[in-house]
C-alpha cells in the first residue's frame, strides 16, 4: 500500500468518526467496507447488489453480513479476505471486493476466491446439493482488471462458449470497472 494510500486511509477514517460521510469517497476501500459492510446500513447494500447483479427479490428480503476471511483447514491453506461477504436470504453467498489499486493477479484472486466460497460450504460427508450459489463481485475504480474489452460490467459462468450450453449457475464473478463507465454514470 502506498504512502498516499494510508494517507487517505486515515483522513477517511477521521472523517467517518465525525459522521462526516458525505466528505469522503466511496472509492477508498476503507470507506467502502464501512458503508456497505455495516449491518445498519443493510437498505444501502441491498440497494447496491439489487442495481449491480441479476438477483430476484426474495434474495433481498434479509442481507446477513458474515466473515469475509476464508477458512482455513491446514496450516499450508492460503487465506484471502474479501472487503464484504453477506448471505441472502436464500443462502446466496456474495463476496465484494473493491480493488482501488491495480493488482495483476486479480483474475486469478477472484477466481479463487470464489472457489474457495463454494468448497467452505460443505464439510466432510455432506451432500453437493447443500451448497449454495456463490457470487464473487470486484469494482475496480484506477484501472481494469480485463485487458480485452472495454466494458463497464462483465458477468462470468460456468458455460461451454461455442455450444452456448450452461454447465451451472452455481458460481458467477462479476466485474465492474470504473474507468469504462460511460459519462453520465460518474
Request: aromatic residues 6%.
Amino acid at each position: 500500500m502506498s504512502k498516499d494510500t494510508n494517507i487517505q486511509e486515515l483522513k477517511s477514517t477521521e472523517v467517518l468518526a465525525k459522521n462526516e460521510i458525505g466528505q469522503v469517497y466511496l472509492r477508498n476501500d476503507l470507506v467502502f467496507k464501512r458503508v456497505f459492510g455495516d449491518e445498519r446500513n443493510g437498505n444501502i447494500l441491498r440497494n447496491f447488489l439489487k442495481a449491480s447483479i441479476d438477483l430476484k427479490d426474495n434474495d433481498l428480503t434479509k442481507i446477513e453480513i458474515i466473515d469475509p476471511s476464508t477458512k482455513i483447514n491446514t496450516i499450508d491453506d492460503k487465506t484471502g479476505i474479501l472487503d464484504i461477504k453477506c448471505t441472502t436470504s436464500t443462502g446466496k453467498i456474495i463476496g465484494i471486493e473493491i480493488q482501488v489499486e491495480n493488482d495483476k493477479s486479480m483474475k486469478k484472486r477472484l477466481i479463487f476466491r470464489n472457489a474457495k466460497n463454494l468448497a467452505d460450504q460443505l464439510k466432510r460427508g455432506e451432500n453437493y446439493s447443500k451448497i449454495k450459489k456463490v457470487i464473487t463481485m470486484a469494482i475496480s475504480i484506477n484501472h481494469t482488471i480485463i485487458k480485452e474489452g472495454n466494458y463497464y460490467k462483465y458477468c462470468f459462468k460456468f458455460n461451454d462458449s461455442e455450444k452456448n450450453i450452461n454447465l451451472s449457475d452455481i458460481s458467477q464473478i462479476n466485474i465492474f470497472e470504473a474507468k469504462n463507465l460511460p459519462k453520465e454514470y460518474e
